[in-house]
Nanobody, 114 residues
Framework: QVQLVESGGGLVQPGGSLRLSCVAS????????MGWYRQAPGKQRELVAV???????NYADSVKGRFTISRDNTKNTVYLQMNNLKPEDTAVYYC????????WGQGTQVTVSS
């Protein structure tokens, strides 16, 4: 069983930066694929970024060049560095850990507004 807790969300102006963290209660070995997803009001949840056990990464086109996903297995933590934030990045951001099943965190709100 893995429990995930996200943090780091908040209110930021357009062009600003935030770093989200996701801490796992259990060990997230390199066997786990870790991902960040987001869900804006009235929209479906969408993939933002994923990182494999071998540190291969993949990003949604809308965040390429602005967001960076990384992991520190020694701290059981996955990060999402978000730069040059735009109002359309406003959403609840969720962390996911996948091995034989998917585990989700409770989400953290990111609001980009002037």
């Amino acid at each position: 069983q893995v429990q995930l807790v996200e943090s780091g969300g908040g209110l930021v102006q357009p062009g600003g930066s935030l770093r989200l963290s996701c801490v796992a209660s259990g060990s997230i070995s390199r066997l786990y694929v870790m991902g960040w997803y987001r869900q804006a009001p009235g929209k479906q949840r969408e993939l933002v970024a994923v990182i494999s056990g071998g540190d291969n990464t993949n990003y949604a086109d809308s965040v390429k060049g602005r967001f960076t996903i990384s992991r520190d297995n020694t701290k059981n933590t996955v990060y999402l560095q978000m730069n040059n934030l735009k109002p359309e990045d406003t959403a609840v951001y969720y962390c996911q850990a996948t091995l034989t099943k998917a585990y989700w965190g409770q989400g953290t709100q990111v609001t980009v507004s002037s």
